[in-house]
């Protein structure tokens, strides 16, 4: 064959590829209208259909207007990404029939099944630091008894490429109910962001075997756990592996730990940083491992958190088995717990008032033990804090720093942002704790004082209750050993979450490389 044939027959190849990219754009998807009382066919919002459809379109997308539309189960074979966005006033697809009230308000749900993979379910609107429980533009809120293995967002086994935005769910603490529950194993990609899940009697997240995913500036609180149903932030079994947590709030949590393996639970590589974790009569991470409890946590990065009113028999981060975990650059205060040891490699922690009660009058010192383990440990001897009255919500109060701290450790690249985008060390200091000492911006939420947030607490804000209560947990039980706790059963459980990669970026990468390509190709022909 001739140069030029070859060259021929390379630029059809490119073009057929470049074609198909093109093809593959969401640009030429179409879009569909869903708003409830409405009877059209969805082409546009006057003709809107009431509610998702059973059956929908891969590669659409579906605005969905404020209104009530009971549970749904995404279930449409396929692989293009299928996209459920909350109509807003500045992205709603056509105006043809649109009114102001479609994009105010929430769109509710009573409940999502998501048993195919490639979905984005997006609120559009609320979560995040300054609006951690407001402004969400969907809503799952469930209110009926559950039987026990009921979830506010399922995944079927082996779902992927799962992303939840700005949902606001919650159910009661009567009805058992986890948040995010993917237990039958092959979960991959979820990706949860600028989410609020409270109020369950379960977990938040019920994970088995899921891989490479994403929890990230949300809101997770109030959960219930009792000796009979045992709960916690999330619970693992099976192999949970590259799981990054980073820029959330874990609020009052209570069970086994807020993050527990449970039963046969192994963690690998997972990220945990910048978060903000307060009020828990549990520790950050417990993995057990002995008897039936057969644990294991391997190369955790826990770094750059701030742990606050642990009132916990191990308050620190306790892991049986396992190697390679590390934590470092915490700050860790006002916790009252029996013990503040913290597993694996740790080292730059910040410690201050952080008391033993149980047993000890008047109360222990905690922190001498836990400085004299680290070669580079802070001390604390008064709030770091910008404002924070030592018992309040962390969504109602700013943990941004008074001062730097002493100089952390330099960590790799990927923990070097705070949950606002500060740089960590950009300032020659790379501070401990989640907030990065710099600029004041995006502050309490004030929404938060008005949703009831803080009414589970034993004292009131400002009076002091959480520096002197810390013998007695969250619901006035007295703080005892459970080193011995097991956990859920595998068979039951919750979990909650969403997925992500929409790999549009990689797209459209290789579509400039392959027009470069035809370009080239054709600059060089005859
Ligand atoms: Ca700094």
Redesign the pocket.
Known sequence: MSQRGLLGQGCVSVLVVVVAALGARPALAADHYVRAGASGNGADWTNALPSLPPTLVRGDTYFVAAGSYGAYAFNTPGSATITIKRATASDHGTGAGWQAAYGTGVASFTGISIEASNLVFDGQTGGGPGSWKTGHGFEIYDSSAGSGGSALVSLAAGVGNVTLRHLHAHATLDTKTAGVKGTLGGNHHIAVSYCYFHTLFGVHFHMNGWTDSLIEYSYFAENKSTAEWHSEGISYIGTVADLTIRYNIWYDIEGTAIFAGVNNGLAKRWKIYGNLLSLADCPPIAVYHGGTNLNGMEDLAFHNNTITRISASQGGIYIEAGSGNQAKNNIWFTNRSNTLAIAGDHDYNWFGDNLRIDGCSPPCDLDPAALAAEAHAEHGTASPFVAWDGVTDPASADHHLKA?TMAGASLAAEFSKDMFGNT????????RGAV???PLAPQPDASALQDGGASREAGSPGDGAGKQDGALSRDGKPVSDRAGEGGRAASDGCSCSVPVREGSPAGLLALFLLVGLALGLRARGP
């Not at 960590?424 to 501070?431: F, L």
């Open positions: 730097p960590r060390g950009a300032d020659g200091v790379w501070d990065e000492y710099g």
